[in-house]
């Protein structure tokens, strides 16, 4: 059986969320990262592929909440580099404890469904080819799925799906739009998507934070570029 592992990277919480400042404190928005960190984390665990979750964060506060998750955290995240090079050392690490098949998840994805990473995960088995899942823009990769020998050249930032795309080549790699993993929560925009979602549909820990920030004001939450 193929071993697959999922790699979570997640910012420091001191730099949290920081195109959400104009509508929360620097802690809100801290706390906002750890309870989508939870649910993300929450609910890969039904997925009948992995063999396990890793975190991998520059952050000793994100380093124990992935350890009270019952995840792999990678603390040792380089310095310099960024979220590419961040990446490119958790899957290596991931790579040398066995993973073969390794899925790259945000961690602000909080309404995550387990079936469609199965689903992602499933088609790069059959097919033998990465999969790539965008954002709601198709501007953004929100998950990646590849081989482990053969690590592609990450290039996240903006506009990274069609550098991602064009780094596979034509036909390389699968495109999924997968609806559970379209909206990730980077602009004030997004908050108001997320309150906008029925409480009984919301993952637990990050309802329970937007509660929390029902007050703010809506004037502020529009629609920003990506």
Known sequence: MTCVWALVPVKS?????SRLAEVLAPHERAELQHAMLRD????????????????ISP?????????????YSIGDEPFAGGLNAALRHGSQRLRGIGAELIAILPGDVPLLNALEIDHAIRR????NRPVLVPDRHRRGTNAMVFWAHRRPRFAYGSGSFGRHLAG?????????????????????????????IPDSCLPDHTGSVLKR???????HLTEMPH
């Open 13 to 17: 919480s001191r730099t949290a969320k």
């Open 213 to 219: 920030f029902a007050d703010r004001p809506v004037r």
């Open 168 to 196: 596979f080549g034509a036909g390389s790699a699968e495109v999924l739009e997968l609806p559970s993993m379209a909206r990730d929560v980077d602009w004030p925009n997004d908050l108001v998507a997320l309150r906008r």
């Open 59 to 71: 952050d000793p506060v994100i380093e124990a909440v992935a350890g009270r998750l019952g995840a």
């Open 40 to 55: 993300v984390v929450t609910r890969l665990r039904p997925s009948s592929y992995l063999a396990g979750v890793a975190v």
């Open 124 to 127: 790069a088995l059959q097919d």
